[in-house]
């Protein structure tokens, strides 16, 4: 299955890059990762407007601001967008504003969420929770295709296991199970995967090298005043740097970025 997100399409031969903030902070933060990433050769820009966070005393979010500052950069720079939805009521939001929804871990098994989106007709990327089997991840995926929608992204973003020296352990035996068992396009976020800024780029190579459809970073123009996940988010020169590394190792799998 090949997803269409705005002008580029997501499966197929293609090697496809997500890339931008964790959230969505002001015009000025999201247009200079937006044209850094884009001078890189990202292909969507990423950004959440609803964050849910562990701490309720953490940065919520910029909502429906946040959704005009993405619309407004999105167009300028020519990059569709991705963001997450958190409740059956942000799809209405959201839906005329963004080129594609996320459903993130927290929520893939949020059932009527996932029958909503699915009936949104959206390009749903849908994230494995930190818990999950990989079946189960197959099972949420079916509620979005059960309920009409067939275009529908697999992200691996890692799981919780008794490894504390990471955010999350990276499960890329998940991306060849996944690309064995299903049509789906598979792609991989080493940025929750692991959480350490330093291991993202040998991360998202390997994804490259295991075959998934695409990658999905985080990138802050300024990590330190980041708002949320600062740690994990790439500088715009290690993004570059990423982007060199990863082309090459996707043209020996037969892919172009």
């Known amino acids: 299955t090949k997803v269409q997100i705005g002008n580029h399409t997501v499966g197929g031969e293609q090697f496809s890059v997500m890339a931008g903030p964790c959230a969505v902070e002001s015009y000025q933060q999201l247009a200079e990762t937006a044209a850094a990433v884009k001078q890189s050769g990202?292909?969507?820009?990423?950004?959440?407007?609803?964050?849910p966070r562990t701490s309720?005393?953490?940065?919520?979010?910029?909502?429906?601001?946040?959704?005009?500052?993405?619309?407004?950069?999105?167009?300028?720079?020519?990059?569709?967008c991705i963001t997450e939805v958190m409740d059956t009521d942000d799809i209405e939001a959201v839906l005329d504003g963004v080129d594609a929804i996320q459903v993130g871990a927290r929520n893939m098994q949020n059932f009527r969420l996932l029958r909503a989106v699915g009936e949104s007709g959206k390009p749903v990327l849908l994230k494995r929770g930190i818990a999950a089997k990989v079946d189960e991840l197959l099972l949420a995926?079916?509620?979005?295709?059960?309920?009409?929608?067939?275009?529908?992204?697999?992200c691996e973003r890692g799981i919780r296991t008794y490894e504390t020296a990471t955010r999350n352990t990276l499960d890329l035996n998940a991306v060849a199970y996944l690309k064995q068992r299903s049509h789906l396009p598979v792609i991989v976020d080493p940025s929750h995967g692991t959480g350490v800024r330093e291991f993202v780029a040998p991360l998202a190579r390997a994804a490259a090298a295991v075959g998934a459809d695409g990658i999905m970073v985080e990138v802050h123009?300024?990590?330190?005043?980041?708002?949320?996940?600062?740690?994990?988010?790439?500088?715009?020169?290690?993004?570059?740097?990423?982007?060199?590394?990863?082309?090459?190792?996707?043209?020996?799998?037969?892919r172009t970025i």
């Open 42 to 51: 990202a292909h969507i820009l990423r950004g959440g407007i609803f964050k």
């Open 56 to 80: 309720p005393y953490s940065f919520q979010g910029s909502g429906v601001e946040g959704l005009e500052i993405m619309q407004a950069v999105s167009a300028e720079f020519d990059l569709p």
């Open 141 to 154: 995926a079916e509620y979005i295709l059960d309920a009409g929608n067939p275009n529908v992204i697999l």
């Open 221 to 254: 123009h300024n990590p330190e005043k980041a708002l949320s996940d600062g740690h994990q988010s790439l500088y715009p020169k290690q993004f570059t740097e990423l982007m060199q590394q990863v082309t090459a190792i996707a043209e020996i799998m037969g």
